[in-house]
């Protein structure tokens, strides 16, 4: 069940380390956000870089790990997105 590290951080499993975020829950909120936005706008557009990396460099996070956790989630998005519309005859 999640709850709060003794520091401040969302820990998913108690006072474990193994699954925390290391980011308190404001922040990890605000990141959800902006890529559950992004990723509707992706589909559309396909900026989500232009977003999604500067948020996560503003909220504390490293420019290297930014940049590959976003490649890492542009994967899936275009994975998703060729799916769709493949299904619907438009690849």
Do not use: C, R
């Amino acid at each position: 069940m999640p709850g709060y590290g003794n520091d401040g951080e969302v820990s998913l499993f108690g006072n474990h380390s193994v699954l925390s975020t290391g980011m308190p829950l404001p922040k990890l909120l605000i990141l959800i956000a902006v890529f559950l936005l992004t990723s509707i706008v992706s589909v559309v557009t396909g900026s989500t870089s232009l977003i999604t990396v500067p948020v996560m460099i503003q909220l504390g996070i490293e420019a290297h790990v930014a940049v590959a956790t976003n490649m890492f989630a542009l994967i899936f998005l275009s994975v998703e997105e060729w799916l769709h519309f493949g299904k619907a005859g438009l690849s």
